[in-house]
């Protein structure tokens, strides 16, 4: 039997709410809702997830972030002069405006015209960020994509997903894109 949208988005919100020790009367409150973007097909079925699961479920507040990642200066030998790395900066900064403007434009196609959506381009790594902003914001609910790897790949290169997971101050939900979706 498939569930409706409606029926996920309350199981989802009573799940949330009971684990927070919230009572019937907060559940009629809105849900905070951080969406992670990067620009990738993984974050893109993400945004999907989010628009399918809140379409039409109320005023729920979602904010759309995505990370502008510092640039790390050269030591002395190998120095690079100050211009090239603001223009590098400049570019990683238009290119996370561009990602979180891309990412609401494809929400609001999705049906969530009821929510209240934001978007947010914020300096530092990506799980730093996403866990600092989900803090400051009171977010209730995290959606972010997930690449897939394996151990080993996962190990070498870091998890941005795993690393949330495990920071969070609130629930998450990680959302691995189909096989075979191109972007």
Same mark, same amino acid.
């Given at each position: 039997?498939?569930?409706?949208?409606?029926?996920?988005?309350?199981?989802?919100?009573?799940?949330?709410?009971? !684990?927070?020790?919230?009572?019937?009367? +907060?559940? *009629?409150?809105?849900?905070?809702? &951080?969406?992670?973007?990067?620009?990738?097909? @993984?974050?893109?079925?993400?945004?999907?997830? /989010?628009?399918?699961? @809140?379409?039409?479920?109320?005023?729920?507040?979602? !904010?759309?972030?995505?990370?502008?990642? %510092?640039?790390?200066? %050269?030591?002395?030998?190998?120095?690079?002069?100050? +211009?090239?790395?603001?223009?590098?900066?400049?570019?990683?900064?238009?290119?996370?405006?561009?990602?979180?403007?891309?990412?609401?434009?494809?929400?609001?196609? *999705?049906?969530?015209?009821?929510?209240? &959506?934001?978007?947010?381009?914020?300096?530092?790594?990506?799980?730093?960020?996403?866990?600092?902003?989900?803090?400051?914001?009171?977010?209730?609910?995290?959606?972010?994509?997930?690449? *897939?790897?394996?151990?080993?790949? !996962?190990? &070498?290169?870091?998890?941005?997903?795993?690393?949330?997971?495990?920071?969070? %101050? /609130?629930?998450?939900?990680?959302?691995?894109?189909?096989?075979?979706?191109?972007?």
């Amino acid at each position: 039997m498939r569930k409706t949208r409606a029926g996920t988005y309350e199981k989802v919100r009573a799940e949330l709410f009971t !684990r927070k020790g919230g009572s019937a009367q +907060e559940l *009629g409150r809105s849900m905070k809702i &951080l969406v992670a973007a990067d620009g990738s097909q @993984f974050s893109q079925a993400a945004v999907e997830k /989010c628009s399918e699961m @809140f379409a039409g479920s109320g005023d729920n507040e979602i !904010r759309i972030i995505t990370a502008a990642e %510092p640039v790390f200066t %050269p030591a002395e030998p190998f120095a690079l002069s100050a +211009e090239y790395l603001d223009d590098i900066n400049s570019a990683a900064l238009k290119k996370a405006t561009d990602v979180v403007s891309q990412a609401e434009a494809e929400m609001r196609k *999705g049906h969530t015209e009821t929510a209240v &959506l934001s978007t947010r381009v914020v300096n530092g790594y990506a799980n730093q960020a996403i866990v600092t902003e989900a803090e400051a914001w009171g977010a209730d609910l995290i959606i972010l994509g997930s690449h *897939g790897y394996g151990l080993w790949r !996962r190990a &070498l290169l870091g998890s941005v997903s795993n690393s949330v997971l495990h920071h969070a %101050p /609130c629930s998450v939900l990680v959302v691995r894109a189909r096989a075979g979706k191109e972007k």
